[in-house]
């Protein structure tokens, strides 16, 4: 497979060499190059044999560079490949509770390893061929981020609706053997893969430590568009809390054991059944924390601290910010504890309901412009709005529903700062110091 070469940075390495714009890459130092992980494993060494097709004639270029060293080859698409998509059906999928109307790019359900190896994404492992298993043990390309839901063969084909869905823990019993790391995450619908199901899960994955380096559980998200899908509840606060009694539990034996928890409860599990969240050492290293796991412990920790360490002054400042409701209870603990420090200064906290997907939907990275723009017209902003950047897509422009951010700003007459979602940043925005992002 020939890969195009887009463009050839100027005084590049590459340029030096003279690979020109349309060149095709056929192979680096004799290895076939396929997409990135291919380039970017290939193209670590310091002298590079560059195959390229040139108007269809063979052509090749001796590349001379530090080793690591960026060549200067830029491609039609970061993964010089197209993106795979998911190929199960999940009972859960959340792509599926979408209305429509929506950008194109929010149906597109992703399930790509090579996403997973540099962005963090999680994959199913029912779109790997023998030949990707073999160049990601080959490359060791680790760690791979893998959506499990359960391990039970039968209920995992069930629920994702795919006969090859059940045949995960070969593939990573074979990735374990290899020293690939794993990161799992469990999607836990009711009635199906909790309970008795929830606990099989966690004794067989936890038997590939240290491959399997950290299990975390995320309730379903159901949104108002479930029509003709499979049916299915949130969880009830009994529902959670028997979530975290299995899960911290076996945590909490595994750990006595290994010296690891391994395995962690979102936090909207916490939230659903009315508990306290785990203090800051529960969650070790936070290996999950994009997964919403350890967030809130996380914000309120890193908040206090920064809090503590900045000298208490006036500050003459009105500000407003937003949160989901889930959150709601955080930030304005967050709010009061910096007025209460800093004389003069004001802010207010509006929890935003998501109207949108509906009432079982709270947290603040699914709120959409239109819910926002509605809920604040008229309310008192002050000098500023902070607005949690996870709400915006990853150029930071458009929210879920294609509101441009500059609309709200307009209709709302008040300057938008965003702010990241980490308790240091809230803190400097509410104090109008330095960019949070």
Request: one cysteine or more; a negative charge.
């Amino acid at each position: 497979m020939a890969v195009r070469i887009a463009a050839v940075q100027a005084a590049s390495p590459a340029a030096a060499a003279g690979v020109l714009p349309a060149d095709l890459l056929v192979r680096v130092n004799g290895h076939e190059i396929e997409d990135v992980l291919d380039y970017r494993f290939y193209m670590l060494e310091g002298k590079l044999s560059l195959d390229l097709l040139r108007g269809g004639a063979a052509v090749t270029a001796v590349v001379q560079k530090q080793e690591y060293e960026d060549p200067g080859l830029e491609f039609d698409t970061y993964l010089m490949d197209r993106q795979q998509s998911c190929k199960n059906k999940c009972i859960f999928c959340f792509i599926d509770q979408l209305p429509k109307g929506l950008r194109e790019s929010l149906y597109f359900k992703d399930d790509d390893s090579r996403l997973s190896f540099l962005f963090g994404n999680y994959i199913t492992l029912t779109n790997l061929s023998r030949h990707e298993i073999d160049r990601i043990k080959r490359m060791h390309i680790s760690p791979v981020n893998i959506s499990v839901h359960t391990t039970n063969p039968a209920l995992r084909v069930q629920m994702m609706k795919n006969p090859h869905a059940g045949e995960v823990l070969a593939v990573m019993e074979e990735f374990a053997r290899a020293d690939i790391k794993m990161n799992c995450q469990l999607v836990l619908c009711p009635g199906y893969n909790d309970g008795p199901e929830l606990d099989r899960s966690l004794r067989d994955l936890a038997a590939l430590y240290p491959a399997v380096q950290s299990i975390a559980a995320v309730p379903v998200g159901i949104t108002r568009y479930r029509q003709g899908l499979t049916p299915l509840s949130p969880f009830s606060a009994a529902g959670a809390g028997a979530v975290i009694d299995r899960m911290e539990a076996f945590g909490n034996a595994f750990l006595a054991d290994h010296g690891t928890r391994l395995c962690y409860p979102a936090d909207e599990f916490y939230l659903t059944a009315g508990r306290p969240m785990p203090p800051e050492e529960f969650y070790e290293d936070y290996p999950q924390i994009e997964n919403g796991v350890g967030m809130w412990t996380s914000f309120k920790t890193e908040f206090a601290r920064a809090l503590a360490q900045t000298p208490a002054r006036p500050v003459k400042r009105q500000v407003s910010t937003i949160t989901g409701m889930a959150a709601r209870p955080l930030i304005e603990w967050a709010a009061r504890a910096a007025m209460d420090r800093f004389a003069g200064l004001d802010c207010r906290v509006y929890p935003i309901e998501n109207t949108f997907f509906g009432p079982h939907i709270t947290v603040t990275g699914l709120l959409t412009g239109g819910d926002v723009l509605a809920q604040l017209q008229g309310k008192p902003l002050g000098d500023e709005l902070l607005l949690p950047a996870c709400t915006l897509r990853a150029q930071r422009d458009l929210f879920l529903d294609d509101m441009p951010l500059a609309r709200l700003e307009e209709a709302l007459g008040v300057p938008v700062r965003l702010t990241d979602g980490d308790g240091v940043s809230f803190l400097e925005s509410l104090l109008d110091q330095e960019e949070s992002v």
